[in-house]
């Protein structure tokens, strides 16, 4: 089956140039083929000088007084505008506005998620509209909402530049981003890259919440340590004392050692007194 032609039914662009038998005004300067001015001539003159050499009479100025008029090929002279006519929209930058919403009460993983998404915005060169949406009574709480935007605008600083603060309007706040000059000027690179400076497992709800009382907890910074307690003399002397070697044997270790080879003397003794008298009451009764 034929695929049906679709034609195009919008009225083809009209050719609103003045050239030739066009030029209604009495006389036009003229600037012949190699850019040098002619002067100003009657208009029947000046088409006549350009079709002796079959060229065309293109008016190029019409607002000037006399209007000016080029001797040239108007077909290359037509598709030479249409060059740059292209070439200039190719140079033009397409901002696109693109929206990414969120909640005063978001978990860490869905701020990771829609963080990314605007980050990749950025990257493409696209502003970027952050939407807080407050349901019920949270819309008496706008420092939660102010407090997620400037965490993302700061964690993106290198990426986008805030072009609208944050701003209330009924039960939304928004805040647009743009691209930052680096990304317009091609120093950032459009592949995107993975943060890992974000903690998972907390919840930006609560460091919104954290920031009625505390501003700090939302720029990220850590309490400061307190400093070490100065050691004292009692610590110190715990410390000084000499651990003994292991060579150096203590009186209670060198008596605990000499007990037993004093006892072994002293039953050997006793063993012996006793053979002796036994020996002498064995001699009497012989006798």
Same mark, same amino acid.
């Given at each position: 089956?034929?695929?049906?032609?679709?034609?195009?039914?919008?009225?083809?662009?009209?050719?609103?140039?003045?050239? @030739?038998?066009?030029?209604?005004?009495?006389?036009?300067?003229? /600037? =012949?083929?190699?850019?040098?001015?002619?002067?100003? #001539? +009657?208009?029947?003159? %000046?088409?006549?000088?350009?079709?002796?050499? =079959?060229? $065309?009479?293109?008016?190029? %100025?019409?607002?000037?007084?006399?209007?000016v008029c080029r001797v040239l $090929?108007?077909?290359?002279?037509?598709?030479?505008?249409?060059?740059?006519?292209?070439?200039?929209?190719?140079?033009?930058?397409? /901002?696109? /506005?693109?929206?990414?919403?969120?909640?005063?009460?978001?978990?860490?993983?869905?701020?990771?998620?829609? +963080?990314?998404?605007?980050?990749?915005?950025?990257?493409?060169?696209?502003?970027?509209?952050?939407?807080? #949406?407050?349901?019920?009574?949270?819309?008496?709480?706008?420092?939660?909402?102010?407090?997620?935007?400037?965490?993302?605008?700061?964690?993106?600083?290198?990426? &986008?530049?805030?072009?609208?603060?944050? #701003?209330?309007?009924?039960? @939304?706040?928004t805040m647009m981003m743009a691209?930052?000059?680096?990304?317009?000027?091609?120093?950032?690179?459009?592949?995107?890259?993975?943060?890992?400076?974000?903690?998972?497992?907390?919840?930006?709800?609560?460091?919104?919440? !954290?920031?009625?009382?505390?501003?700090?907890?939302? @720029?990220?910074?850590?309490?400061?340590?307190?400093?070490?307690? $100065?050691?004292?003399?009692? $610590?110190?002397? !715990?410390?000084?004392?000499?651990?003994?070697? %292991? &060579?150096?044997?203590?009186? !209670?270790?060198?008596?605990?050692?000499?007990?037993?080879?004093?006892?072994?003397?002293?039953?050997?003794?006793?063993?012996? !007194?006793?053979? =002796?008298?036994?020996?002498?009451?064995?001699?009497?009764?012989?006798?």
């Open positions: 089956m034929p695929v049906p032609r679709r034609f195009d039914r919008r009225p083809p662009e009209r050719d609103t140039t003045r050239i @030739n038998d066009r030029i209604r005004v009495p006389e036009v300067r003229v /600037i =012949d083929e190699d850019g040098n001015q002619i002067g100003v #001539m +009657k208009t029947p003159d %000046a088409l006549a000088y350009a079709q002796e050499r =079959d060229l $065309d009479l293109v008016e190029v %100025a019409p607002e000037a007084r006399p209007p $090929d108007y077909s290359k002279y037509k598709y030479e505008q249409a060059q740059k006519q292209k070439q200039a929209r190719k140079h033009q930058q397409q /901002i696109t /506005i693109r929206e990414i919403k969120f909640r005063p009460k978001i978990a860490q993983h869905d701020y990771d998620t829609k +963080k990314h998404h605007v980050e990749r915005f950025l990257r493409h060169k696209d502003k970027v509209k952050v939407t807080i #949406m407050f349901r019920g009574r949270e819309v008496t709480h706008p420092e939660r909402g102010t407090a997620i935007l400037d965490r993302l605008a700061e964690e993106l600083s290198e990426l &986008g530049v805030v072009e609208q603060r944050p #701003m209330q309007e009924g039960r @939304n706040m691209p930052s000059k680096a990304v317009l000027a091609g120093r950032v690179d459009v592949a995107e890259a993975h943060d890992g400076e974000i903690r998972s497992g907390t919840h930006v709800g609560d460091v919104a919440s !954290a920031a009625i009382e505390s501003p700090a907890a939302v @720029n990220g910074a850590q309490p400061a340590a307190e400093p070490a307690p $100065d050691a004292t003399d009692a $610590d110190v002397t !715990a410390d000084a004392e000499p651990v003994p070697d %292991a &060579g150096d044997v203590t009186d !209670a270790e060198a008596t605990a050692a000499d007990t037993p080879a004093e006892a072994v003397v002293a039953a050997e003794a006793e063993s012996a !007194a006793e053979a =002796d008298a036994g020996a002498g009451e064995s001699r009497s009764q012989k006798g």
